[in-house]
């Protein structure tokens, strides 16, 4: 585990948190501190807790005991403003690829003119020119997501949580969004992603944290925990050997 | 039979003749029908919207209430509107009992569950997909009501179908709080009873062959439409 102490700036911090589910925990992280400056992935099995966590670190989910804090203060609307998600399987709004960028962009206050701008400068980043008027709904799955992606960047984030983004897709729509992480990740949006996949934690992580069953079994420098893991759990994992 | 194919015949002629009586009763019942539908989707929608992501004690109950209220009897609503607007009735001074207005009353009395509760049915699937998404970037339950409703645009606009197909069909209600006067307040259903008992079929059959037009017409939209929202993801079926 490691043993860094948060200097409070551009700092994540998970304290005691807890989350249970009829007297069961699901989460039990009694520390975690996000500092690095490159991506963190979250490793593991499935219902190790990775979703649980990053959902609990967005304040979708309030834990049941302990607090999750973002530079120094309590996560709240401040704070989460600061943050945006994307999910495993995109929710793009019933319009068209323009409007779903420009719906979080309208929100955010931008004129017309300026939103028009940023839509194409956007949809250029995610190589989508040329598809804005199209329904979003009738994207492909590596589109789709690439749009989620530029919609999230769009609230220009100082965190972005990604939740599997690439976990329906094919080798070249994966690689697509993986550049588009780094980009996110080289312009100082601190990355938290949700992976299975070993070799996708080998390419984008600067740190990885490895969990299993509820809890956060090793977290460290991503070269350190993939190449020589202290945990067995982790171990196994890496191993491709069943962990339960 | 020979009776029946006289009759047929002159319904036809007054249809295609441009009988302008008939039309004027069609252009009512359409006004009062569409206004109506209007009206209801005004109070409907966003109703049926909060339903669907607001949470309160009593909101089950009140979906339940608003389910039920989609079968109420339509003589009784009427009964009721009549009591409210009649002389002696809590709103007898505004002088609407058998005026178009009351007939919308009436319509809207009879349309408004239906719109919410189909609202509440489209926008609460909606609202499950959307949720941690809106969440997600900010918007709260109260913001999300506009996005879900445009969204929802496209089943919604079935919803509307529905409750106009319920409203231009309807007969109970408008007879008792219109009075059927000719000219003033006299729709195609209650022209339809009427002529009949008089024994003027062709009025009637004439009135009857565009109602049900109407309501072939109604279908065919609420079926495109449906069929354009399963395209989208999004029906209430």
Known sequence: MRDVICDMSNCLTVENVQILSNGK????????ILDGPGPTLLLGPNGAGKSLLL???????????????QDGNHLGAAQKARQAMVFQRPVLLRRSVAANLGFVLKRQGMGRRARKARIAELLAEGGLDGKARQSARSLSGGEAQRLAILRALALEPETLF???????????????????????????????????????????????VMMQGGHVVEHGPAKQVLDTPESEASRRYLAGGLVT | MQEF???????????????SELWA??????????????????????????LAVARFPGRRMLIVLMNALM????????LLVYLMLSRSGPLGVLELLYTPTAMIIAQVVLVTPIVTALTRQVVEMLAEEYSEQLRSLGVSRLASVPVLLWDARL???????AGFGRAIAEVGAVIIVGG????????MTTTIALETSKGNLSLALALGAILIGIAVAVNAMVSAVSLRAEQEGLSHA
């Open chain 1, 25 to 32: 925990v699901l989460l039990d992280v009694p520390s975690l």
């Open chain 1, 55 to 69: 959902r609990c670190l967005h304040g979708l989910i309030s834990p049941d005991r302990g607090r999750v804090v």
């Open chain 1, 162 to 208: 990604l939740d599997e983004p690439t976990s329906a897709l094919d080798p070249g729509a994966t690689q697509m969004i993986e550049r588009m992480v780094l980009r996110a990740s080289a312009r100082g949006v601190r990355i938290v992603m949700v992976t299975h996949d070993i070799g996708q934690a080998r390419r984008l992580a600067s740190d990885v």
């Open chain 2, 5 to 19: 194919s006289s009759e047929f015949s002159a319904a036809i002629a007054l249809i295609l003749g441009g009988d």
């Open chain 2, 25 to 50: 009763i069609v252009l009512l019942s359409l006004k009062v029908s569409v206004f109506a539908v209007l009206v209801s989707a005004l109070i409907g929608m966003p109703v049926g919207a909060a």
């Open chain 2, 71 to 78: 079968g109420f009897p339509p003589v009784v609503v009427g």
């Open chain 2, 155 to 161: 089943a919604l606009v079935t919803a509307l179908l």
């Open chain 2, 180 to 187: 059927n006067i000719n000219h003033v307040t006299r729709v």
